[in-house]
């Protein structure tokens, strides 16, 4: 087995970039490649294992600073067992817990029918709707073997949903992701990291399942196939109480993602690349305990980006002379846990936490419904949602600073190089056409327009949004500096001195921020802009915006209305439905 993984990850170009036929994608991506290259030097100059504890230190509080911190929540769980279903030699209690004060978590407790303390796994969801029932065949196999399993719901998913309507029993928003992007803007506003959350949810989970009387509490593993695999990954690197892990399908490069397969706001942690770090350092922090990375040959996550992980895992691990505490496993098929997988995350379990007791084989089980497994009656728990949470710190948190001090952070986001992707049109006149977010120029006798493409309904451009922040860029930074490059141009071209600049949607907090560092901006009209930030915290559903964060934790000392002066004319403000608001002073509104 380890001599063709070996032979598989020989096949592996180091390094290659990922291929796009977007232009800003492929000029972020550069960034991104030389980023992920100035890491890897680091990496490199490790010599012994004295320089790989001096890294992990330095790498554990560069993951914390980019989650913005941990709750520092202390308070009880208030966990209670709502029922329990018997199995043919196990039992599933259905659990709720709380992870923040009125923040509750719903899981199934997967108990073999064994006596005494047992090894036990925390197994994390990626992003099936039905949440933990998805964990069915991995968590009842591994409490067959002998494991306690605790399966729980992330946010947005399962008996988590948010933004929850009982008129559709469901989401306003969609899915999964789109809740996690919402969220994750919300949270940067604060200067934070969704995963931030999702991370504490699992810690809470963990401190569930290391109470119960079953539990071995020094003999815990952590596994979880995709958006779990993140989280797996997560937790293990960050939680000592963690003694083995088994991520599937997560583990990768953002040498081969960065412009591929971009993962939700939990996966992409603002500041991230430009810290210096890539998903090896998670398994590289986890070192010498016992990592198995799980992968499948045709997913939509390349397999050459683990192998890239893999082998530098390798070589890291051989600094504790650990090396036959990294695996990997490569199974058949797509994004997911094929029997070939599931088999390798049993063996490893048993091998590391079972003494090696047990047999991995991949037995079948009943799989029960959803409505089976809940922990409450219809399938949503009570309680607050996490944008309730959020809302509390921005007013706990908040403290403003003036106009010189917001002046410097956009000049800090709108000095750098410009880049492609912002095509200005030649327009007939000086306004808006047709619906949609639009940018409008005028110099001397000439107009031009930027149309933006908002993709999706709620989320807008998350994916060009969120790799911006990766690089430690943002969406409106790259946008202000592609606007101040057009102006130049219409400037040289028709010998004026001054623009006028007319914008609807997300571009008029870019127009609105250029005009706060630029005096060549003479008068601004400023149409369907929202409100303000503040009023992003009071509701769970937003409209695009990660397209309007200049820079995380923005919210914290400024809000829209700052960016705003006398050159400044607003019509039709928007609350982050897209909805006007109307009677607001000193506004004008028109059809």
């Known amino acids: 087995m380890r001599k063709a993984l070996v032979i598989f990850a020989l096949l592996i170009p180091a390094g290659a970039p990922a291929q796009t036929g977007d232009v800003l994608t492929t000029w972020m991506n550069e960034t991104a490649q030389k980023q992920l290259s100035a890491r890897e030097a680091k990496v490199r100059a490790v010599r012994s294992a004295g320089d790989a504890r001096a890294r992990q230190a330095e790498v554990r509080e560069t993951i914390l600073a980019a989650l913005g911190g941990l709750p520092d929540y202390n308070g009880p769980l208030n966990s209670r067992v709502t029922g329990t279903l018997r199995r043919s030699g196990y039992s599933i209690d259905k659990v709720i817990f709380d992870s923040l004060p009125d923040y509750k978590v719903t899981a199934n407790l997967y108990v073999p029918d064994t006596t005494g303390r047992h090894p036990a796994v925390l197994f994390a969801l990626g992003h099936w709707d039905e949440g933990k029932p998805a964990a069915q065949q991995i968590a009842a196999n591994l409490a067959l073997k002998g494991f306690v399993v605790l399966a729980f719901d992330p946010v947005g998913q399962g008996e988590r949903v948010q933004a929850w309507s009982p008129l559709i029993h469901g989401s306003l928003l969609g899915g999964s992701t789109e809740q996690h992007t919402t969220l994750g803007a919300q949270s940067l506003l604060l200067g934070q990291s969704f995963a931030r959350y999702r991370v504490w949810d699992a810690k809470r989970a963990l401190d569930y399942l290391v109470s119960r009387a079953e539990v071995d509490p020094e003999r815990i593993g952590a596994s979880g196939c995709s958006g779990g695999g993140t989280v797996t990954t997560y937790i293990a690197a960050l939680d000592p109480r963690i003694q083995v892990a088994a991520p599937a399908c997560y583990v990768n490069t953002f040498r081969e993602v960065f412009a591929g397969p971009t993962g939700d706001a939990e996966q992409s942690l603002p500041g991230f690349l430009e810290a210096g770090l890539d998903i090896a350092d998670y398994i590289e922090l986890f070192a010498p305990k016992p990592w198995l990375i799980g992968s499948t040959r045709e997913d939509f996550f390349p397999v050459a980006g683990a192998g890239h992980a893999f082998e530098e895992a390798q ?5 504790f002379g650990a090396d036959d505490r990294v695996q990997w496993a490569v199974g058949p098929g797509g994004h997911g846990t094929p029997t070939e997988v599931r088999e390798a995350i049993y063996g490893w379990m048993i091998r590391w936490l079972n003494h090696g007791v047990g047999d991995k084989k991949d037995l079948p089980v009943e799989l029960l419904p959803d409505w089976q497994l809940w922990a409450t009656e219809d399938g949503h728990v009570e309680g607050r949602e996490l944008y309730e949470y959020l809302r509390d710190q921005y007013r706990a948190m908040r403290k403003p600073l003036g106009r010189d001090a917001l002046a410097a952070g956009i000049r800090r986001i709108a000095t750098g190089p410009v880049a492609p992707g912002m095509t200005f049109a030649p327009a007939n006149g000086f306004e808006f056409s047709g619906s949609g977010d639009q940018l409008l120029l005028r110099a001397g006798n000439q107009v031009r327009i930027f149309r933006s493409v908002v993709p999706r309904a709620y989320t807008g451009n998350w994916i060009l949004a969120i790799r911006a922040f990766m690089i430690g860029d943002s969406l409106p930074g790259i946008r202000i500096r592609q606007l101040r490059a057009e102006i130049d141009a219409m400037l040289r071209e028709t010998g004026a001195t001054q623009v006028e600049i007319a914008a609807r949607g997300m571009p008029a907090v870019w127009a609105a921020a250029a005009a706060l560092i630029d005096p060549r901006i003479a008068r ?23 397209d ?5 934790g923005f919210a914290l000392h400024w809000d829209l209305a700052d960016l705003i002066d006398s050159r400044t004319v607003r019509t039709n403000p928007v609350d982050w439905t897209g909805t006007i608001v109307p009677r607001m002073p000193g506004i004008t509104y028109h059809p």
């Open 315 to 319: 070589r890291w691990y051989g600094w």
């Open 548 to 552: 309007a964060i200049p820079f995380p």
């Open 524 to 546: 601004l009209t400023l149409d369907r802009m929202p409100v303000s930030f503040a009023s992003a915290f009071d509701t769970p559903v937003l409209r695009d915006p990660l």
